[in-house]
C-alpha cells in the first residue's frame, strides 16, 4: 500500500494505490478517500490518468462526504440518521446524556464514552426488533445478539452458536436499513448461504428488500 498525492482542478487530493496480481485497474471511493487496486503492469502515469479521467464524479464523492460522526466538544455524532451536537458536560462522572438533539459528556475520553451508549442504543434497538421478528415472521429460538466493530460487515450470523453480531456503525444509519440487516441475518438461520432459496426468505418478509441492499451498498464503513 502506497499513499500519494494528486492535484485535481487545484485541489490536492491523496489515493491510497494497492498493487495486487490483476490485470486491470479499478477505483473506488471510501469514507471519502480515493482508493486505487492497479495491477502491476500498470505505471503511475496511466493510474493518475485514469484518476483524471473520472476527476468530476471524484471530486464530487470527496467533497460531499460527511463523517457519522466528530468525537471533539462542539463536533457531532448521528443516532440512527439524525444529528447529535456533543456538549461538554461540567462533571467529572463518566455518564452520558442525550437530550433535544445533544449529547451531554465530560470531556475526557469522549469517543470511548460516546461508543458506550451507542453500542447500549443499538443494543435496546436490536433486541426490540429481533424480539418482535421472532414473534411475527421466524420459528427461532432468542440468539444471542453481541455488537461489535466490523471493518467490512454489517452483521454476521454463527447460527451453529445460536449469535447474531452487528456493527455499532449501524447505529448511525436509518433504521429501515438495520431492519433489513437483522432480517437478513436472521435468515441465516434458516438458510445459513447466500443461495437463490437464501434471498427468497429475505424477499417473503421484505419484499423491498433489493432496495435496501443498493442503499448499503452506497454506504461507506
Avoid at 499513499?3 to 473506488?28: G, P, V
Avoid at 470511548?112 to 426488533?129: S, T, V
Wanted: hydrophobic content about 40%.
Amino acid at each position: 500500500m502506497e499513499m500519494k498525492k494528486i492535484e485535481i482542478d487545484n485541489q490536492i487530493i491523496e489515493y491510497q494505490l494497492n498493487r495486487k496480481n490483476i490485470k486491470k485497474c479499478y477505483l473506488k471511493i471510501k469514507s471519502g478517500k480515493v482508493i486505487v487496486n492497479a495491477g502491476f503492469d500498470f505505471s503511475v502515469e496511466m493510474i493518475e490518468n485514469l484518476i483524471l479521467e473520472h476527476k468530476d464524479i471524484i471530486l464530487k464523492k470527496v467533497n460531499e462526504y460527511i463523517p457519522k460522526a466528530n468525537y471533539i466538544i462542539g463536533g457531532y455524532v448521528y443516532i440512527f440518521n439524525h444529528r447529535y451536537e456533543i456538549i461538554e458536560k461540567k462533571t467529572e462522572d463518566n455518564i452520558v446524556e442525550i437530550a433535544n438533539d445533544k449529547i451531554y459528556v465530560c470531556n475526557t475520553k469522549i469517543k470511548n464514552l460516546i461508543d458506550i451508549k451507542l453500542q447500549e442504543i443499538l443494543y435496546d434497538y436490536l433486541r426490540g426488533k429481533i424480539d418482535f421478528y421472532l414473534e411475527e415472521m421466524f420459528d427461532l429460538t432468542l440468539p444471542q445478539i453481541e455488537i461489535k466493530k466490523l471493518r467490512s460487515r454489517w452483521g454476521a450470523c454463527f447460527f451453529k452458536k445460536n449469535k447474531l453480531s452487528f456493527n455499532l456503525y449501524l447505529v448511525h444509519l436509518d433504521k429501515n436499513l438495520i431492519d433489513y440487516v437483522i432480517i437478513h441475518e436472521l435468515c441465516h438461520f434458516i438458510q445459513p448461504n447466500h443461495s437463490k432459496e437464501f434471498y427468497g426468505e429475505v424477499e417473503k418478509r421484505l419484499p423491498s428488500y433489493k432496495r435496501k441492499i443498493k442503499e448499503l451498498r452506497e454506504i461507506e464503513i
